[in-house]
């Protein structure tokens, strides 16, 4: 993007040094220099944008003052037209200027679309494209479904002996004699005056 706003529309070489020249003669090397630089700066801020627009006309403000196109009910004037100027275009803009009536509905149609490429129904049609993206979804959710229970069946060995009811009491009997979290864990639950659950 550097490149292209360092490649972009300046203005001559001749019209800089005629600007600084003037500057010079005004205030001095200085204010040349620093004139020099606001100049520069002003003709290179959206130039990457201007760059990528090719020919086509700006014709209005836009998205935060880019000369851009979207289709948006937002802002429902692009910056700039949607294609740029052939001369069958001016001739239907000639003939626009005159009797709307003399002219026809492909002939308005083709100016439409010469500013605009869609319409707001066009746009704000709801597309089907979010049946797309649930197929993809739930294709992705099964396939890593189904690689979970793989893994556990092939991959992980059998459950490791503290698993079985003995040692899992056993843990449980060194908890209560701990007294571990005796505030809200199991060792709450445990009457130890009379030795048995609450």
Same mark, same amino acid.
């Given at each position: 993007m550097n490149s292209l706003r360092c490649a972009g529309c300046r203005l001559p070489g001749a019209a800089?040094?005629?600007? /600084?020249?003037?500057?010079?003669? &005004?205030?001095?090397?200085?204010?040349?220099?620093?004139?020099?630089?606001?100049?520069?700066?002003?003709?290179?801020?959206?130039?990457g944008t201007r760059v990528m627009s090719g020919k086509r006309e700006v014709v209005g403000y836009g998205v935060n003052g880019s000369p851009n196109y979207i289709d948006c009910s937002d802002f429902p004037?692009? /910056?700039?037209?949607?294609?740029? &100027?052939t001369p069958e275009i001016c001739a239907m803009r000639e003939k626009e200027q005159g009797d709307w009536k003399k002219l026809s509905l492909d002939e308005k149609k083709s100016l439409y679309r010469h500013s605009f490429c869609q319409?707001?129904?066009?746009f704000q049609y709801?597309?089907?494209?979010?049946?797309?993206?649930?197929?993809?979804?739930?294709?992705a959710i099964s396939f890593a479904m189904l690689i979970s229970l793989v893994s556990n069946v092939a991959i992980y060995d059998d459950l490791p002996i503290t698993y079985d009811d003995e040692h899992r009491q056993a843990q449980l009997r060194r908890i209560i004699q701990l007294q571990m979290n005796p505030i809200t864990g199991l060792s709450s639950k445990w009457d130890y005056s009379q030795n048995k659950w609450k």
């Open positions: 800089v040094a005629v600007i /600084a020249g003037a500057a010079k003669s &005004v205030g001095g090397a200085h204010r040349a220099r620093s004139a020099d630089l606001r100049l520069m700066r002003r003709f290179t801020h959206h130039d004037f692009p /910056a700039i037209r949607y294609r740029e &100027v319409t707001y129904a066009e709801f597309m089907p494209e979010w049946k797309l993206a649930i197929g993809i979804t739930l294709w």
